[in-house]
């Protein structure tokens, strides 16, 4: 799909400006065109985009590959790559997708490429339709609208993992599973994909903040700078959550543990017990003392009565005595 929208300061915006008529607009230094390529081919893509004389370079970039947050100043526009993350569940574990969004910024246009439907370029193009402050503001604006709302869709992720968290926490001391270490490890899979957007699409921020670019009018850095204050929040979070899963992996081994040792000692104390009784039952169970030395009462009635109440107390005395040693 590919969308136009063309305005100018004494005209609404068109939000189905022709593409045929897209040379004679960027004539209008005073205009303001945005130029949205959504799941296009690079055959259909590469003529239009050489149409504005971009280099072949960076044409390729925005079609072919996939790249890292990055700028590349090319004098008289700016080529601009960001990342963006979304979730999937997948037999109840939460998966990282990685999508590019693809962004050439001159003196009076704005040209985005992405292969799948975005939620902040869609929601940008329909806050341009109903109030058109937010084109008339010049293209470095309308871009920071677009990368402002990018980040914003950060949040709900953001919230979803921080519940999942809270979810593994209760269940490590509760009810612990193996499902529950697959999907504390699933979520520091998302949180180390989310990273490695952040920490470079913040130094793009910044450069956009900071550094001198022909396109982007001073006055506006101040609100690049803020979009680049909430990446460096979003960060901060992405840094806790990491050592919130950490810890709760930590815990999950540190339960594991200790159950495993609550068995063994349970075991350990059954096998304690049962001990002298094997060797009671086995030493009376000998029927070499009648035939051999005529020992008549070991077969006698008190001799039997004897012989459990030794079975019944041994138990007994040894749970006294590990006791009092703390065995128990």
């Known amino acids: ?40 081919p690079p055959e259909t893509c590469e003529p239009i985009l050489s149409g504005f004389g971009f280099h072949p370079l960076a044409i390729d970039d925005a079609l072919a590959e996939m790249h890292s947050p990055k700028v590349d100043d090319w004098g008289n526009y700016l080529y601009i ?15 990282p997708d990685v999508d590019e969004l693809d962004v050439f910024l001159g003196p009076n246009y704005v040209i ?32 920071y609208r677009i990368i402002d709302a990018l980040v914003m869709d950060y949040m709900p992720l953001v919230e979803q993992i921080d519940a999942e968290i809270d979810e593994l926490e209760d269940q490590v001391f509760s009810k612990p599973t193996h499902d529950t270490l ?13 990273r490695r957007i952040l920490t470079p699409q913040r130094e793009v921020l910044n450069k956009l903040a900071r550094d001198d670019y022909s396109v982007i009018d001073p006055k506006d850095r101040v609100f690049f700078r803020d979009v ?5 929040r979003l960060h901060d979070l992405n840094e806790s959550m990491r050592d ?11 339960v594991i543990n200790n159950r495993m040792n609550d068995i063994m000692k349970t075991l350990t104390v059954i096998t304690t017990l049962f001990m002298p009784i094997s060797f009671i039952a086995g030493f009376f169970g000998m029927n070499f ?38 065995f128990l």
């Open 244 to 254: 919130m899963v950490g810890g709760a992996l930590d815990s999950y081994l540190s």
């Open 81 to 95: 790559v960001l990342n963006y993350n979304t979730l999937k569940r997948d037999n109840g574990l939460l998966k």
């Open 112 to 143: 985005t490429h992405h292969d799948l439907p975005i939620k902040s370029v869609d929601e940008t193009w329909n806050s341009c339709q109903r109030d058109d402050r937010h084109t008339h503001s010049g293209p470095d604006h309308l871009f």
């Open 228 to 232: 680049y204050d909430h990446l460096v």
């Open 1 to 40: 799909m590919i969308r136009a929208l063309y305005v100018s300061p004494d005209t609404t915006p068109d939000m189905n400006f022709p593409i045929e008529q897209i040379p004679q607009a960027l004539k209008n230094p005073e205009g303001l065109l945005w130029l949205d390529f959504c799941n296009e």
């Open 289 to 326: 003392f009648e035939p051999v030395a005529h020992l008549t009462g070991w077969t006698s009635l008190s001799a039997f009565y004897v012989t459990m109440a030794i079975v019944i107390l041994t138990p007994i005395l040894m749970i006294i005595w590990m006791r009092r040693k703390t």
């Open 182 to 194: 697959e999907r504390l490890f699933s979520l520091k899979r998302v949180l180390l994909a989310m």
